[in-house]
């Protein structure tokens, strides 16, 4: 495939891309320096993936390995959010906000900066080298580099504290699994945004390929008016259309389409064509959007303004819209509601039951708890489920009805607890019983079931 050397266009849409462009890149690079306290024993990096104490952390919000179905929730919520916009917008998230395009985009203008616009790009490739030609091009490249490596840090910042790697990268101290990852993605970055740019969504995204599924005659596109444009200027001595054929939303588009050949899988929906043609329509004195962002019904609908609404809201997209919405519930009630402390209980495995010299039977369990919170937990044990029960927990040497455990943050207490009932000749051989574990600091309860068992 012959290289692309889109032409670089002013107007509405490319304002918009820019725009777009710097608060994503802003959003990207601050996020991983936002500060949020957790007490001393917890990073304060808003945003981070601990891999080696594998946890995330969210602002407030821990996840543990154990929660590991939120990151399955934020995909399907991910997942329902571009099927609602591609089903309302078609390809709007490739054409403005898709990490591949802001980052070629940012190539696009470095390499503009340092060789000139489309026509000069195309005659300074096609020169043989001279010191001025090898001077844009370093140029080009080192800047492609430094951008690839600002993308690669920025990423690495939300897995290693930023600020530390920051220490690191200047005292030349980088893990070496940093360091991997910091190579790789400046050199996949520089590789894909440089070089194999438009291929990326055309032969390597997915999205692309099963939009159509998605989208319907209601979906708004970058569309050409084919009743408005045709015959094009050059094609007989006909009545000619408004397309006056210039070319132009051909050499902005950095697809390399002609989105006068109807919709297309490679087209991103990016607008540029629309800024390019406009720019004509305004030169030769014609109306606006020969090409525009339209549906096929709205284009052929008079009385666009009234029905809108009806178009936003139809089958497609209040369907994803609500699953959208209950997906998204579920996991703020879970994420709001969700322990910060694990408890399991398992019966010792070697004897069933031992009758101890009062007469007693006792049952032997191992139990974990574990602070999951940044926080002390003063919490109280008890246990339920037979008359007259007792337990005793291995650092105390008398039988009690509850007992209390502080848990310091982030820890594990493992505990043998024997639990005894007077032998009353039971009619029963095992009964269920229930561990109940109290934070006494928020009043949380996790009950834990077991048995009790009395004879064979
Ligand atoms: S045809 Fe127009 S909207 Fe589609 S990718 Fe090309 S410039 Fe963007
Ligand atoms: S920019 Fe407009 S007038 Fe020029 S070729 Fe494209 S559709 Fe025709």
Redesign the pocket.
Known sequence: MAKIYPQIIKGKFRSIKDITLIGLFLLYFCGSWIRWGRGERSPDQALLIDLPNRRAYLFGIEIWPDEIYYITGALILAALGLFFVTSLLGRIWC?YTCPHTVFTDIFLKIETFFQGDRNKRIKLDSSSYDIDKLTRKVATHISWLGIGFLFAFGWVGYFYDVKKLLQDLITLKVSGNATIWLFSLTASTYLFAGFVRQRVCMYMCPYGRFQSAMIDKETVL?TYDNERGEPRAGEGEQERGDCISCNK?VV????G?D?RDGLQM?????????DACNSVMEKIGKPLDLIGYKSSVISNDQQKSKTILKHIFRAKTIIFSLVFVIVAGVMLYSLTNKSTCILSVSKDHGALFTVIPDGSIRNTYDIKIFNKSSRIKNTELTIEGMENIKFMVQDISEYVDKYNLKIKPDAELEYRVFIKIPNDNYNFKQKDIKFILKDLNTNEIIVKHNSFVVSR
């Open positions: 054409g970058v939303c902005v588009c950095p697809m389409i989105i490679e087209c991103i929906n990016c607008g540029l064509c629309v």
